[in-house]
């Protein structure tokens, strides 16, 4: 038996054996054009059995930051976050840049925000997106920290090293009582002009590509659009 949120009246700790899961989602995913049947979510509980479940459940993307420095303990705590993380063989195949330089932060979220190319629609109102068309030019949101996570050219697992490895630095971030970001783009960000000349500069390997971005800082805001899990994303055997 296992547990399912199918009735909005259920007491969200009791077990619910479903015979018929076959609900569309009640929400749309991005713009609607596959929903989702035939599965279940878990039933959630507010409770947590541990601060560490508390950071995964709470956590959230943050756009809006201030002007503020990360300390620089804070910082190194994310970063040996991101290195500890899960990875394939365990090689640690995954090296970062992290980047506290204002004008280099700067540059390269205007250069990233001009590379996106896939289309608008309406991200979050609390936290505007590049991708919600309302006149942001920094994709890196003015977050005073940026960090780049490089892996080995021609590595079978990159994508999956360096998705885990930003999934531990934000939520460490968070638990440090920062917001943090994911950006992508990396690789065509990195491969203009002034991307070459700031991974040259910092001493990136030319055999290193860059796989993502983390940008983190004090959040200038932590509200949220209130969205709840969309329903039915689990199929259960």
């Known amino acids: ?3 399912y949120k199918n009735d909005e009246d259920a007491d969200p700790l009791h077990e619910w054996e479903v015979s018929s899961m ?3 989602n009640e ?3 991005l713009d609607g054009s596959f929903p989702r049947k035939g599965i279940g979510n878990p039933a959630f509980t507010e409770e947590y059995a541990n601060d560490t479940l508390r950071t995964l459940f709470e956590r959230r993307t943050i756009r809006r930051y201030t002007d503020e420095p990360v300390g620089p303990h804070d910082l190194d705590v994310i970063v040996d976050a991101g ?3 899960a990875n394939a063989g365990g090689c640690q195949a995954p090296i970062m840049l992290v980047s506290q330089d204002r004008e280099v932060n700067q540059r390269l979220g205007r250069i990233s925000n001009d590379l996106y190319d896939e289309g608008y629609y309406p991200v979050s ?4 997106s590049t991708a919600c068309e309302v006149g942001i030019t920094n994709a890196f949101y003015n977050a005073p920290v940026v960090i780049t996570v490089f892996t080995p050219a021609g590595w079978s697992y990159a994508p ?3 998705a ?3 999934a531990n630095m934000m939520n460490a971030a968070w638990s440090l009582g920062l ?5 992508s783009r990396a690789a065509r960000t990195f491969a203009t002009p002034y991307g070459k000349k700031v991974r040259e500069e910092a001493g990136i390997p030319d055999d290193y590509e860059p796989q993502l971005h983390v940008v983190l800082g004090h959040p200038e805001s932590t509200e949220n659009d209130g969205r709840l899990l969309y329903p039915n994303r689990v199929a259960w055997i």
């Not at 109102?125 to 505007?128: F, G």
Request: one cysteine or more.
């Open 1 to 3: 038996m296992n547990s």
């Open 22 to 24: 076959n609900q569309p």
């Open 27 to 29: 929400t749309s995913t």
């Open 83 to 85: 290195l500890r993380a």
């Open 125 to 128: 109102a609390a936290q505007p």
């Open 160 to 162: 999956l090293d360096a």
């Open 164 to 166: 885990v490895c930003a």
């Open 179 to 183: 917001g943090s970001c994911f950006v």
